[in-house]
């Protein structure tokens, strides 16, 4: 055959203006391949999932030979043998088989972002290559008998690619050097001696690759509309007459984006909703006449900007199973690790959630999961001596609620103990006294440092860290609870706005200063005159509210803003919970309740306490957004 070139043709284009799409692309497909590989039922493969998982194997292979990052490629090679003699049954899947080949994909990860510069240069493969290598060797009387079925002298079946139209041969090149590059790729010649009259190149492929996985290997070089493969008895056919390209390839639903454009429109969208808040407080203050005419405009100026505003929000959303993909593999290792037999169920993963959101909450989530399987599930020692089944389950659900997404991390282990945690708080001088709830107690975890486990392990420790999961929740304006039953199971349920970067407050005054509280966090507003707040100590302020005392807060104290007022006017007071505790915040006057674009305070200024961020309001002044978790600690304090 002869050998594979172009002679006379144009230099080969510059590969690394397409290295960003071989990341994104490599990225997916490692992904899928564990996603794959867990999913798999060793007692009996699924012939369409091995061939799957070797087509991810070998996607990346191709396109890291391609670009020369031969640390990828030599090690998927050896990964692509394993895979391709398991999907050819010539060696029996094995638990351990799936270890490997998820430990080359971890690596593979590492070797990625270290190619992208987002990464240390990763470790050797040498050991792990190693292994693949030992693990693909036939070693069963099987796999002999499968090697021997094979008629002699068999192999792949010649096909024939057209390429084309073309203007640039460059193309032609690289999709050559591909071939010559991948040394078990197969073998390409071209025909006819290049292109013909209508820009058209064939060529006489010999590869054992299916088209799915040829096409996709092609298609890093040249436009997916532009390939095509067909048996080789239409070589001697006439080539088919070009047809005309699109102005879009038709299967192209969806675009990649940089995160930066977006959050820019979010930005600008933001700038627009306060614009059109100034307007129409400007025109509050015309004559009755003017503000009729404005009035039907500035509605549907109001309606647009809101549909706008939705719209742009939506393109910041992101499902659930971004963050939920990654504990299949952390659960199957800590269950491994700890000998425990572990079940996951995953349930609402097509929940959106904001993008900025996803990203805050992926590490709480990832403690809860931990402390479920380290502290939560029971060894099946222990569990088929409660009459249990052997393997715990660990259910992951998310689900839409109102305005908010409720995030659940559910296991049916040993659950908390009321007597082991009222003792350890006593223990550790903690008011806690029998009357306190269930749910009074089990918020005792969220003590920092507090924990009853026997012995705290290099996982978790049900009660260590807790604290700062239960911080970076408040952070993000979520609330957290718990529910148990001792011996059943316990569930941590977390609530989270949908959007860190618009949210409905409610406007207040403190002396000439506007403020913003989250509307999620407020309980209730009232009235109360002065002489009925009480006095503790001769500082402390409570405020007698039904059948408790809850701290009063002076944001004219907190701000140092000075109000004037005659003293004994009743004080207006707003109630507000975070975590559990309720404080009385005291102002001046209720303005209303509207929703805010959040700016972020501690980028464009610096860190504040007690304040979450700031917002620009439709008078144009800045109105700081309050941080309802830092005043409710300050208020314990």
Not at 67 to 84: K, P, Q, R
Not at 130 to 136: E, S
Not at 447 to 452: E, H, L, Y
């Amino acid at each position: 055959m002869p050998e594979a070139g172009h002679a006379g043709a144009a230099a080969g284009p510059d590969l690394a203006q397409f290295h960003q799409s071989f990341f994104d692309e490599a990225g997916e497909n490692l992904a899928l391949m564990e996603q794959k590989l867990l999913a798999l039922d060793i007692a009996s493969a699924d012939e369409e999932a091995l061939h799957a998982i070797f087509r991810f194997a070998h996607s990346v292979k191709g396109g890291a030979a391609t670009f020369g990052f031969s640390d990828m490629a030599e090690l998927t090679h050896h990964a692509e043998t394993l895979l391709d003699r398991l999907r050819r049954r010539e060696v029996e899947p094995s638990e351990a088989m799936v270890d490997v080949l998820l430990q080359a994909g971890d690596l593979l990860r590492a070797q990625l972002d270290h190619h992208r510069g987002t990464g240390p240069e990763a470790p050797a493969g040498s050991e792990l290559q190693a292994r693949l290598r030992t693990l693909a060797a036939p070693g069963s009387a099987d796999a002999g008998a499968a090697a021997a079925q094979a008629p002699a002298g068999a192999g792949p079946a010649p096909r024939l690619l057209t390429l084309g139209p073309l203007r640039d041969a460059g193309v032609v090149d690289a999709v050559l050097e591909l071939f010559a590059e991948i040394a078990d790729l197969g073998q390409i010649e071209t025909l006819d001696g290049g292109a013909d009259a209508q820009g058209l190149w064939r060529f006489k492929l010999l590869s054992s690759c299916s088209d799915a996985e040829l096409l996709d290997l092609c298609a890093f070089h040249a436009d997916r509309a532009l390939l095509r493969l067909a048996p080789w008895s239409e070589a001697a056919a006439p080539p088919a007459p070009p047809v005309p390209r699109p102005a879009a390839p038709a299967e192209a639903g969806s675009l990649r984006v940089p995160v930066e454009r977006i959050d820019q429109l979010v930005n600008l969208v933001g700038e627009m909703v306060i614009t059109e808040a100034m307007l129409a407080q400007s025109c509050a203050s015309l004559d009755a006449a003017t503000q009729l005419r404005l009035a039907s405009g500035l509605a549907d100026l109001q309606r647009h900007t809101r549909q706008l505003q939705e719209s742009v929000m939506a393109i910041r959303m992101v499902p659930m199973s971004a963050v939920f993909s990654r504990f299949p593999r952390m659960l199957r290792d800590l269950a491994a690790k700890m000998g425990k037999r572990v079940e996951l169920v995953l349930l609402g993963e097509a929940t959106e959630l904001d993008k900025g959101m996803i990203e805050k909450i992926t590490d709480p989530l990832t403690h809860l999961v931990r402390n479920s399987c380290d502290h939560g599930i029971e060894t099946p020692g222990q569990r088929r001596a409660r009459g249990k089944p052997e393997a715990g389950t660990v259910t992951l659900a998310a689900a839409h609620q109102g305005g908010s997404v409720v995030i659940e991390v559910r296991d049916d282990g040993r659950g908390l103990s009321r007597r082991e945690l009222l003792a350890k708080a006593r223990e550790r001088g903690l008011h806690a006294p029998d009357s306190l709830s269930d749910a009074e107690v089990w918020s005792l975890i969220f003590a920092p440092g507090f924990s009853t486990a026997a012995a705290v392990t290099d996982v978790s420790g049900r009660g260590v860290g807790m604290d700062v999961v239960k911080r970076n929740i408040d952070a993000l304006g979520g609330v957290v609870d718990i529910e148990s039953a001792e011996g059943q199971g316990m569930t941590v349920r977390v609530r989270l706005p949908l959007t860190l970067a618009i949210m409905d407050g409610m406007t207040l005054r403190v002396a000439d200063e506007c403020y913003v509280l989250p509307l999620a966090a407020v309980v209730e507003s009232l009235q109360f005159a002065p002489e009925q707040i009480r006095t503790l100590g001769g500082r402390a302020q409570l405020l007698p509210l039904r059948d408790e005392f809850l701290p009063v807060v002076d944001l004219e104290q907190v701000f140092d803003v000075r109000r004037e007022r005659p003293e004994r006017d009743p004080a207006v007071l707003v109630v507000v919970e975070s975590g559990g505790v309720r404080v009385a915040l005291r102002v001046d006057e209720l303005l209303g309740q509207q929703q805010v674009v959040v700016k972020n305070l501690e980028s464009n200024y610096g860190p504040v306490q007690n304040v979450a961020g700031a917002t620009i309001m439709g008078d144009g002044r800045v109105a700081l957004i309050l941080d309802v978790a830092a005043l409710a600690r300050r208020a314990r304090h």
